[in-house]
């Protein structure tokens, strides 16, 4: 099988469409004929309809056509022993379930199932060619997503009807994240920082502050609104969720900041009148009382001289308060205050996003399962990541298997191979420990024959911090 294209893969419809060499390989004895001492070297045909073939079927396809232009595409070869080989090309749509969670910075699996519809295990059973199975053209290009590897593997199925035989393809697509950042994450950025010039404004600017926050608020609810509707409807939280809704919270604080400002505003306005107001009356009192007492004469300034004041001590103000006391009016404070807090919470809010999905990201990689077929496209030492238990260091030691491990992608994939289906492995065996180098000298393709682990240094890179920081 070979992958020509891969078109599109679809979020909201959950699909894939590809292009493939579909090719087939199986012996009929009824087919052997007289290769005339060697000078036949195999037989052509152009209709396979003629010849018995397997009732092979895809079990994720959605939909699929043939290619006939400018004749079909297929073709049939029979060799002298009675060997056929089938080979055509098709286009196909897969159903691919995927699970959005990480999304943008997730990896998707999608399957490809090649099962024998009316023919059991008994009478049909399929098998991966030795060496390699599937081959990719080299000049794949996805424009959101990266090809990070292929794996093959048996997934034999048993129904009230039988057990039938069944191939799977696992490819591991790897979502594009430069496109998101440079269309989602940084504009989202930049819109919570201009609802933050809201703060810089003077608290009486009242229309220039009230568009401002009306504005960047009506774009940040019209890109979740984009954004969702390019994603099908599900019933979890997405990673882009959290960040657009995060983003959306803060540029509507800023909106609630400046009711807050205003309010706070015509409080200080109000409390300012009063205080007018007490000290006018105070001083129209005071008048009074002094008008009463020159009528009195010196009786009353004797009393007066022996009244004295005492003023209670004030305690030292902390650094913040003496900060604050500098700007007299509650609503110049909210709006200080709200100039720090804003992106301070903001910037830490990044640190935690971005740390907890990228580690998720590495942490919830899909389980390889025994018996899967993997390319070994190994380095020329590749390190292993896991020590080995009891168990599987006796095997070694018995020479019944051999460790094998090959770097993909960015972790480090650990499994047993066995000696028989690798025969470019040597069967001299000695213990194997942590982090111990040795040379990969394989075939490019080895059946994995035991459990696989998975481990991997996860390193986390935050995007978006340094804009924040900068700020």
């Not at 399929?126 to 794949?140: C, K, M, S, Y």
């Not at 009306?214 to 409807?233: D, E, F, K, R």
């Not at 882009?240 to 309010?263: K, M, P, Q, R, S």
């Not at 191979?417 to 690798?422: F, G, I, K, P, V």
Request: one cysteine or more; aromatic letters at 12%; charged letters at 20%.
């Amino acid at each position: 099988m070979m992958f020509r294209s891969i078109q599109t893969i679809d979020d909201v419809k959950m699909e894939y469409s590809v292009q493939l060499t579909f090719r087939e390989e199986w012996n009929d004895e009824r087919l052997k004929f007289d290769d005339l001492d060697g000078r036949i070297k195999y037989l052509t045909l152009t209709e396979p309809s003629k010849v018995w073939m397997p009732d092979l079927f895809f079990k994720n396809e959605k939909l699929g056509h043939f290619h006939n232009i400018i004749l079909p595409n297929v073709y049939l070869r029979i060799f002298p022993n009675g060997g056929v080989l089938y080979s055509i090309r098709i286009s196909l749509t897969l159903s691919c379930p995927m699970n959005l969670q990480l999304y943008p910075l997730d990896t998707q699996t999608c399957e490809l199932l090649l099962a024998s519809y009316g023919w059991t295990t008994e009478d049909l059973v399929f098998l991966w060619r030795e060496g390699d199975p599937v081959q990719i053209t080299q000049n794949l290009h996805l424009p959101r997503f990266t090809l990070e590897k292929f794996m093959t593997e048996y997934c034999n199925s048993k129904t009230n009807t039988g057990a039938y035989s069944c191939l799977k393809v696992d490819l591991l697509f790897k979502r594009e994240f430069s496109y998101y950042l440079l269309t989602i994450y940084i504009p989202c950025c930049m819109l919570v920082i201009v609802s933050w010039v809201s703060f810089w404004l003077d608290q009486n600017a009242v229309p220039a502050r009230v568009s401002l926050g009306v504005t960047t608020l009506l774009t940040m609810a019209t890109q979740t609104s984009g954004i969702n509707q390019s994603l099908p409807p599900v019933s979890y939280t997405k990673a882009i969720d959290v960040w657009t809704g995060v983003c959306l919270t803060f540029v509507f604080g800023a909106l609630l900041e400046f009711a807050l400002v205003n309010y706070a505003s015509r409080s200080d306005i109000h409390r300012e009148k009063q205080k007018k107001q007490r000290r006018q009356w105070e001083f129209e009192h005071q008048a009074a009382i002094e008008g009463e007492g020159e009528g009195d004469g010196p009786a009353t300034f004797a009393m007066a001289r022996q009244c004295e004041i005492h003023m209670r001590t004030q305690p030292p103000r902390r650094c913040c308060a003496s900060w604050l006391s500098k700007f007299p009016s509650r609503s110049k404070r909210i709006d200080v205050i709200s100039r720090i807090t804003f992106p301070l919470v903001f910037a830490l809010f990044n640190v935690v996003y971005w740390s907890t999905y990228l580690f998720r990201e590495e942490e919830e990689m899909p389980p390889i399962r025994k018996g899967t077929r993997i390319p070994c496209h190994a380095p020329r030492s590749c390190r292993i990541s896991e020590g080995l238990e009891s168990e599987e260091m006796r095997d070694i030691m018995t020479g019944e298997t051999e460790r094998v491990v090959f770097s993909c992608s960015f972790l480090y994939l650990s499994w047993f191979s066995e000696a028989s289906n690798c025969p470019g492995l040597r069967r001299r065996c000695s213990p194997i420990l942590k982090d111990t180098r040795i040379p990969c000298h394989t075939p490019r393709n080895c059946r994995i024959s035991g459990r696989v682990r998975i481990s991997g240094v996860c390193v986390c890179v935050c995007v978006c911090v340094c804009v924040c920081v900068c700020v």
